[in-house]
């Protein structure tokens, strides 16, 4: 069965820095685009970055670009998010999520269980 | 980029009933529209990629229709289980954006 288990959040001071880790099983994780989506409280989804199979190729929402770095390492089937210069408007859940298909289009079939984080102060 | 607009925002009705929400996209975005669902305190699940396409192991209660702009999620037959918030998503481009959400509630 696919799994993915996302961690690393909690409650940071606006400029903070924190970073997520997501670590994927049962599929063929170099095979698959991995992307993060968040949710803030209470509100919808905003998808905030996607990254290929082979991790060369990487995009970003503008709102977080410049902040955010998306990365992955194939041989520990693990996806990260380092977040810099936090801001209260990144407060919410944090879902990694596998693409459908190898192609990578940006429809997700598997979630993680959501990581949360806080910007305050 | 391209908006993503749900009719209704919220909507209330009956095990049973029949029900449709509306997905508008601010230009045209061929069949590259997928619907979550959502429940409280979960992560989402797709229910249907490609506008139409039924995502594995999801019931044939929940159809996708619609092309261009416009998209429909139509439930048929509702269960309790269904009550949930509900999403669409295009993937046309980058950035792929949502709707705000449909929240659908027992009457």
């Known amino acids: 069965d696919v799994q993915l288990l996302d961690s690393g959040g909690g ?11 997501c670590v994927a099983s049962g599929f063929s994780f170099h095979n698959y685009a991995m992307s993060w989506v968040r949710q ?15 991790g060369d190729g990487t995009y970003y929402a503008d709102s977080v670009k410049g902040r955010f770095t998306i990365s992955r390492d194939n041989s520990k089937n693990t996806l990260f998010m380092q977040m810099n210069g936090l801001r209260a408007e990144d407060t919410g859940v944090y879902y990694c999520a596998k693409d459908l298909t190898a192609a990578g289009r940006e429809v997700f079939d598997y979630w993680g269980q959501g990581t949360l984080i806080t910007v305050s102060s | 980029d391209i908006q993503m607009t749900q009719s209704p925002s919220s909507l209330s009705a009956s095990v049973g009933d029949r029900v449709t929400i509306t997905c508008r ?22 229910l249907i990629h490609a506008a139409s396409t039924l995502q594995s ?51």
Request: charged share 10%; proline share 9%.
């Open chain 2, 25 to 46: 996209a601010s230009q045209s975005i061929s069949s590259y529209l997928n619907w979550y669902q959502q429940k409280p305190g979960k992560a989402p699940k797709l």
């Open chain 1, 40 to 54: 803030a409280p209470g509100k919808g989804l905003e998808w905030v970055s996607s990254v290929s199979g082979s």
């Open chain 1, 11 to 21: 409650l940071v001071q606006p400029g903070g820095s924190l970073r997520l880790s």
């Open chain 2, 57 to 107: 192991g999801v019931p044939p209660r929940f159809s996708g229709g619609g092309s261009g702009t416009e998209f429909t999620l139509t439930i048929s037959g509702l269960q309790p289980e269904d009550f949930a918030t509900y999403f669409c998503q295009h993937n046309y481009i980058v950035p792929p954006s949502f709707g705000q959400g449909t929240n659908l509630e027992i009457k």
